[in-house]
């Protein structure tokens, strides 16, 4: 069932056991009840972006569409703002269409259900920078890291509007963890001789010119103590460092960094049909967003 894991990372506190109940529900929302959502299966894509939408509503955010049209079909990226105390806006987004032929649980139903529950958090809590949660569509295949990808139309109208962008996280891929050995793989041999083999951490990637960023936020990361994380700021052609829609804000100039479970170098499932809510440790999962929201606070001050 879903939220079934033997592995515990530390005992979550009550807010933390809170937290993990909204993670399964959204997850399953998505990945069980909805399933498959992409171009291929426009009906769920849609019912998708029904389901943040209300989401979010519930939490007392008003959603508005940036949409864009693909095909002749309209495509949706969602977004609230919070607005804060000074120009400077911080992105949060997490891509919520899943790649051909699975249900996404971890890619990236579990990214949207962190998106959606920090939003929740931050609803009611001013900031100095201004906060923007941002669910984006079309970030798979055949879109991913075209120009139709949607976190690509939407950090160009950023640019072409002038938004002051400090600061973007995508949240990918966020909730599979393996205290097994060797259970974590490395893009290449060599990175493999500097961080672990066990894949039971969260990591942080950007490219060289988000450095700062990087070591913001895994310092900020580090300060909750409940779970480990690693992280690399390497050229952006490794490999891995821009597989998700950090790579838009790249592209547009802007700052931006990705939070992963490194899903492709660890996670058995991973873009295939068994991608399921049932194979997420929604302990550590919530450990994860806990920390996020930790980061959010430091970094909008």
């Keep these: 069932m879903p939220g079934r894991n033997i592995q515990r990372a530390a005992t979550l506190n009550e807010a933390e056991v809170a937290l993990r109940a909204e993670l399964v529900a959204d997850v399953q929302a998505l990945a069980g009840d909805i399933g498959e959502r992409n ?16 989401s979010l509503g519930r939490a007392g955010l008003t959603a508005r569409r940036d949409t864009y049209e693909l095909r002749g079909r309209a495509c949706h990226n969602l977004e609230v703002e919070i607005p804060g105390t000074r120009p400077e ?14 249900p996404g649980a971890n890619d990236n139903a579990s990214g949207v259900a962190a998106l959606l529950a920090l939003a929740r958090r931050f609803a009611r809590k001013p900031t100095e920078k201004t ?16 120009e139709e990808m949607g ?4 950090a160009k109208r950023c640019k072409e509007r002038g938004d002051r962008i400090v600061a973007m996280i995508s949240l990918e891929t966020i909730a599979y963890f393996s205290d097994a050995p060797r259970s974590q793989k490395y893009p290449s041999p060599g990175l493999g001789m500097f961080y672990p083999k066990k894949g039971n951490f969260i ?17 900020a990361f580090r300060k909750t103590g409940k779970l480990p994380c690693e992280g690399a700021s390497l ?23 990705m939070v992963t479970d490194t899903a492709p170098f660890r996670y058995p499932h991973y873009h295939e049909p068994t991608d399921t809510p049932d194979k997420l440790d929604y302990d550590r999962f ?16």
Excluded at 89 to 102: K, L, N, P, Q, R
Excluded at 205 to 218: G, M
Excluded at 239 to 257: K, L, T
């Design 39 to 54: 171009m291929n299966h426009y009906p769920q894509l849609l019912a998708a972006a029904d389901f943040i939408e209300d």
């Design 89 to 102: 806006t911080f992105v949060i987004g997490a891509h919520y269409d899943s790649v051909f032929g699975s």
């Design 131 to 146: 906060l923007r949660f941002v669910a984006f569509v079309n970030e798979e295949p055949p879109y991913f890291q075209t």
């Design 151 to 154: 976190s690509f139309v939407y």
């Design 203 to 219: 990591g942080f990637a950007s490219d060289t010119r988000s450095r700062s960023l990087l070591r913001s936020s895994i310092s």
């Design 235 to 257: 050229p952006a052609i490794v490999p891995g460092i821009g597989w998700s829609d950090q790579w838009s804000f790249w592209q547009c100039g802007y700052p931006a960094i």
């Design 286 to 301: 919530a450990l994860v967003v806990s920390g996020m929201e930790s980061v959010i606070k430091d970094l909008a001050r």
